[in-house]
């Protein structure tokens, strides 16, 4: 193998540990933002809805 091509394969490899991390990061940020978004749906819904709510929760105890 070449200089050259070891050096490109180096560069690669070092440019996929940097966007894994940054892709890892923003995964993180998304998956932070779904669950609030889950949790303030979620409370909307025993609002809007007390009864069924309630059922809901009293089938599965």
Known sequence: MGPSLEKALVNTASKNVENWQ????????IWQKTGE?????????????????????????
């Not at 749906?41 to 105890?61: A, C, D, V």
């Open 22 to 29: 940054r892709n890892k990061e923003k995964m993180g940020e």
């Open 37 to 61: 978004n889950w949790m303030k749906m979620g409370e909307k819904w025993t609002k809007i809805n007390p009864k069924i709510t309630q059922r809901i929760l009293g089938l599965q105890q």
